[in-house]
């Protein structure tokens, strides 16, 4: 039986500037000070790419950045459980930044094949990423990026 390839597509609206959420999703070697558990990451290598290796608790991988511009980071999955691509894109939007995350995952081990028929991961993937984005905003707070003020209400009808 082919394993069940994986696809999600979860986003975000984040009160802050743009620049700033681009800043902290580039720098995946400190995703660890903010990404929720069970994750844990760690340098992969001294590789002139950006790499770490992500633990879940029964799963891991290498995770690198593939390519960055102004509105977009691709990071590849390598060397463990996945294989495929994430990818960030931040844009401008009236309340602040919208953040959106996609994936596009094969499983490669074993235990991730039969989880990939076992589990619905996308969903699980979905639930996990609410957590995700409460933990940038976090992160973005306590690194003192300043919260842009809520949009005006719109005048009620007279």
């Known amino acids: 039986m082919a394993a069940k390839q994986i696809v999600a ?27 929720p558990a069970p994750f844990r990451f760690q340098p992969a290598d001294a590789s002139a790419l950006p790499r770490v ?4 608790g029964f799963l891991n991988w290498t995770l690198s950045v593939a390519t960055v511009t102004r509105e977009q980071i ?3 999955y390598e060397d463990g459980a996945w294989a495929g691509e994430g990818r960030w ?13 996609r994936i ?4 490669r081990s074993i235990f991730a094949r039969g989880l990939s028929h076992a589990v619905d991961l996308q969903r699980r993937h979905s639930h996990d990423m609410l957590r995700v984005f409460k933990g940038l905003d976090e992160r973005l707070t306590s690194l003192g990026v300043p919260r842009l003020p809520p949009p005006d209400a719109p005048e009620s009808p007279k």
């Open 104 to 107: 596009h995952l094969a499983p």
């Open 74 to 76: 691709v990071l590849r």
């Open 9 to 35: 597509i979860d986003e975000s609206v984040l009160p802050f500037e743009p620049d700033a959420v681009q800043r902290v999703l580039g720098d995946i070697g400190h995703y660890g000070e903010w990404w």
């Open 53 to 56: 290796r992500v633990h879940n």
């Open 89 to 101: 894109t931040v844009s401008r939007c009236h309340e602040g930044t919208r953040v959106l995350y």
